[in-house]
């Protein structure tokens, strides 16, 4: 699942949203249904930069108004004046000049799949659409491929593997955007075997205001001399809304040589190897469901380090709500490598040890799983035919009608006796019904492990899967249903460590692309582990600093935003 939610936050990680704000005084933006930014702009060195071509611009008169000011979450819709569609570095560089004279809160919108109201709020006055910005190309002068921040991840998959056969390890979801979903950390279904997206960032492109107000263009590579490089590196897990917008990312992987972009990044599997089973709820006593929930803790956590077959495959274990009827598990192996379909089988015995119930086809669609009853047999398919099937047939995701809330959490060991207890409280509740709702553990590790904690901002290494809590609901009045289930399940497993998952030797905190505003509402954090801990670990403090230096005037913000250090 790879959502994440805030152009740079975003999401099953991988939403693409990249939020924001403003707090200055001047002119005023320019309204209407196209035009540009009046405001001059300063490049990188503070020198004027020429007015781009008109920007279309949407306002509450255009017949388009109402699909712009709302993502993939249909709880959160926006009021705001006027949202900008921006094609071009030197746009964005002028629609956020102009919202900082004017003094208007500003956000931004990516692929749409923020969880929470980071881009979609009260507040906002002007929202700048990325979507147009969606172009995926080899740029030499930087050696690197290079995806515009607005792209959605199964077109940079289709575009790099269809061009130079090499992929970037993202997320899951096709319509998630890539400036939430990289900035984020960015988890997908080869993390085991390539690691996280942004262990193959080379650069990034950021338009920051300046402390004098002054909207500047940046561009920060990994390389040890830039002197931006410190802007690279909080971009490489610390989430969306804190430093500025995103405009374009580069790739190329560590110790990538020569400049054939077929090489410069990694290949994915020519094959994969699918496999979908499910048990039935009506056979899962107390005692099968957690030997079920232990065996997949366990076999994560054995092969939480890299350096094993088991580095090729990577699974999801849906815990559905009882009155989905079913809990189902999905994996896939590289079909590529020796034994593929014996390390399938040995999988799956170690998930079915003890467990004396046969499974089933996956019949029904599972959270953000679909059904695939096709896949009760294993199946060879092509890896970017396997990646559009996994990606794009859950009727979940890709209905435009749905509200939805979500929780997270990492683990390191296999899951407590008491937590699997509280799971499967909660997993049979009678007071819901909503085959919706789900847990999905979802395999970490391996080559993920193989990076140090503060090599990037991304801090969960030591993580062997994690654990995304979802729901949705389309009528308002299953709203308040739907909230105290979520909510009193997952701040009940974490009861006895304060209501939230904190860092210690069991549990590693919440992923920043699923993003949960109650981690910071002392009604449900009563941990003395603060939101940006479980966030950021220990990489909080260095945040700080980057957010001093490229965003003074904390322009860009949202509720969960990267704070301004004391002093």
């Not at 306002?59 to 959160?76: A, H, I």
């Not at 207890?421 to 085959?435: E, G, I, K, M, S």
């Not at 979520?486 to 692309?513: K, L, M, Q, S, W």
């Not at 980057?546 to 002093?567: E, G, I, M, T, W």
């Given at each position: 699942?790879?959502?994440?939610?805030?152009?740079?936050?975003?999401?099953?990680?991988?939403?693409?949203?990249?939020?924001?704000?403003?707090?200055?005084?001047?002119?005023?933006?320019?309204?209407?249904?196209?035009?540009?930014v009046a405001a001059p702009a300063r490049a990188a060195d503070g020198t004027a930069v020429a007015l781009a071509e008109p920007i279309t611009a949407v306002t509450p008169g255009d017949k388009r108004y109402k699909d712009l000011v709302r993502g993939w979450n249909q709880r959160w819709v926006a009021n705001p004046e006027t949202v900008f569609l921006a094609e071009t570095t030197a746009q964005v560089q002028q629609v956020v000049q102009t919202a900082v004279k004017g003094n208007k809160r500003l956000t931004v919108r990516g692929g749409g799949h923020c969880w929470e109201d980071w881009v979609f709020n009260p507040d906002v006055r002007v929202i700048l659409d990325m979507t147009?910005?969606?172009?995926?190309?080899?740029?030499?002068?930087?050696?690197?491929?290079?995806?515009?921040?607005?792209?959605?991840?199964?077109?940079?998959?289709?575009?790099?593997?269809?061009?130079?056969?090499?992929?970037?390890?993202?997320?899951?979801?096709?319509?998630?955007?890539?400036?939430?979903?990289?900035?984020?950390?960015?988890?997908?279904?080869?993390?085991?075997?390539?690691?996280?997206?942004?262990?193959?960032?080379?650069?990034?492109?950021?338009?920051?205001?300046?402390?004098?107000?002054?909207?500047?263009?940046?561009?920060?590579?990994?390389?040890?001399?830039?002197?931006?490089?410190?802007?690279?590196?909080?971009?490489?897990?610390?989430?969306?809304?804190?430093?500025?917008?995103?405009?374009?990312?580069?790739?190329?992987?560590?110790?990538?040589?020569?400049?054939?972009?077929?090489?410069?990044?990694?290949?994915?599997?020519?094959?994969?190897?699918?496999?979908?089973?499910?048990?039935?709820?009506?056979?899962?006593?107390?005692?099968?469901?957690?030997?079920?929930?232990?065996?997949?803790?366990?076999?994560?956590?054995?092969?939480?380090?890299?350096?094993?077959?088991?580095?090729?495959?990577?699974?999801?274990?849906?815990?559905?709500?009882?009155?989905?009827?079913?809990?189902?598990?999905?994996?896939?192996?590289?079909?590529?490598?020796?034994?593929?379909?014996?390390?399938?089988?040995?999988?799956?015995?170690?998930?079915?040890?003890?467990?004396?119930?046969?499974?089933?086809?996956?019949?029904?669609?599972?959270?953000?799983?679909?059904?695939?009853?096709?896949?009760?047999?294993?199946?060879?398919?092509?890896?970017?035919?396997?990646?559009?099937?996994?990606?794009?047939?859950?009727?979940?995701?890709?209905?435009?009608?749905?509200?939805?809330?979500?929780?997270?959490?990492?683990?390191?060991?296999?899951?407590?006796?008491?937590?699997?207890?509280?799971?499967?409280?909660?997993?049979?509740?009678?007071?819901?019904?909503?085959?919706?709702?789900?847990?999905?553990?979802?395999?970490?590790?391996?080559?993920?492990?193989?990076?140090?904690?503060?090599?990037?901002?991304?801090?969960?290494?030591?993580?062997?899967?994690?654990?995304?809590?979802?729901?949705?609901?389309?009528?308002?009045?299953?709203?308040?249903?739907?909230?105290?289930?979520?909510?009193?399940?997952?701040?009940?497993?974490?009861?006895?460590?304060?209501?939230?998952?904190?860092?210690?030797?069991?549990?590693?905190?919440?992923?920043?692309?699923?993003?949960?505003?109650?981690?910071?509402?002392?009604?449900?954090?009563?941990?003395?582990?603060?939101?940006?801990?479980?966030?950021?670990?220990?990489?909080?403090?260095?945040?700080?600093?980057?957010?001093?230096?490229?965003?003074?005037?904390?322009?860009?913000?949202?509720?969960?935003?990267?704070?301004?250090?004391?002093?």
């Amino acid at each position: 699942m790879a959502k994440a939610k805030a152009k740079g936050t975003g999401g099953i990680g991988r939403r693409g949203f990249l939020a924001g704000g403003a707090a200055a005084s001047g002119a005023a933006l320019l309204t209407g249904t196209a035009g540009a930014v009046a405001a001059p702009a300063r490049a990188a060195d503070g020198t004027a930069v020429a007015l781009a071509e008109p920007i279309t611009a949407v306002t509450p008169g255009d017949k388009r108004y109402k699909d712009l000011v709302r993502g993939w979450n249909q709880r959160w819709v926006a009021n705001p004046e006027t949202v900008f569609l921006a094609e071009t570095t030197a746009q964005v560089q002028q629609v956020v000049q102009t919202a900082v004279k004017g003094n208007k809160r500003l956000t931004v919108r990516g692929g749409g799949h923020c969880w929470e109201d980071w881009v979609f709020n009260p507040d906002v006055r002007v929202i700048l659409d990325m979507t147009k910005m969606n172009k995926v190309y080899f740029d030499s002068a930087k050696n690197a491929v290079c995806v515009e921040a607005g792209s959605q991840l199964l077109n940079v998959y289709e575009r790099m593997y269809r061009t130079w056969g090499v992929i970037v390890p993202a997320g899951m979801c096709f319509q998630v955007g890539a400036g939430g979903h990289v900035s984020g950390g960015g988890w997908g279904l080869l993390c085991r075997q390539l690691g996280l997206v942004v262990d193959h960032l080379y650069g990034v492109e950021v338009v920051s205001v300046d402390a004098d107000g002054t909207a500047r263009v940046h561009v920060a590579t990994r390389e040890a001399e830039d002197p931006h490089r410190d802007l690279w590196w909080a971009h490489t897990g610390g989430g969306g809304g804190n430093f500025g917008v995103i405009t374009r990312f580069w790739f190329r992987s560590p110790g990538a040589t020569g400049t054939d972009p077929a090489k410069l990044l990694p290949q994915p599997p020519s094959e994969v190897l699918l496999s979908a089973v499910s048990w039935p709820w009506a056979e899962m006593t107390k005692d099968r469901f957690a030997r079920l929930v232990k065996n997949y803790g366990e076999w994560h956590a054995t092969y939480l380090k890299p350096g094993t077959v088991n580095d090729n495959l990577v699974s999801m274990l849906a815990l559905n709500h009882k009155s989905n009827g079913y809990i189902g598990l999905v994996t896939q192996v590289d079909a590529t490598i020796p034994n593929a379909q014996q390390v399938l089988d040995d999988f799956l015995a170690e998930m079915t040890k003890g467990l004396d119930v046969a499974h089933q086809p996956l019949a029904t669609h599972m959270g953000e799983l679909s059904a695939m009853p096709e896949l009760a047999k294993p199946r060879r398919m092509p890896w970017l035919q396997a990646t559009r099937y996994m990606g794009t047939t859950n009727p979940t995701l890709n209905d435009p009608s749905l509200k939805g809330d979500f929780k997270s959490s990492y683990y390191k060991t296999a899951m407590p006796d008491a937590h699997i207890d509280a799971f499967y409280q909660h997993l049979t509740r009678d007071d819901l019904v909503n085959t919706t709702a789900s847990v999905l553990l979802s395999s970490f590790g391996g080559k993920v492990n193989a990076v140090a904690q503060d090599a990037t901002a991304a801090a969960h290494r030591d993580a062997a899967y994690k654990a995304a809590w979802m729901i949705w609901w389309t009528d308002p009045a299953d709203e308040a249903v739907s909230l105290k289930w979520i909510r009193e399940f997952f701040h009940g497993v974490y009861a006895d460590t304060g209501g939230v998952p904190v860092i210690n030797d069991v549990t590693d905190g919440c992923y920043v692309n699923y993003p949960d505003i109650d981690l910071h509402d002392p009604q449900f954090n009563k941990s003395a582990t603060p939101w940006h801990e479980l966030y950021y670990k220990g990489n909080y403090a260095k945040l700080q600093q980057v957010k001093k230096k490229y965003d003074p005037r904390n322009v860009f913000r949202h509720s969960q935003s990267v704070q301004l250090p004391a002093s």
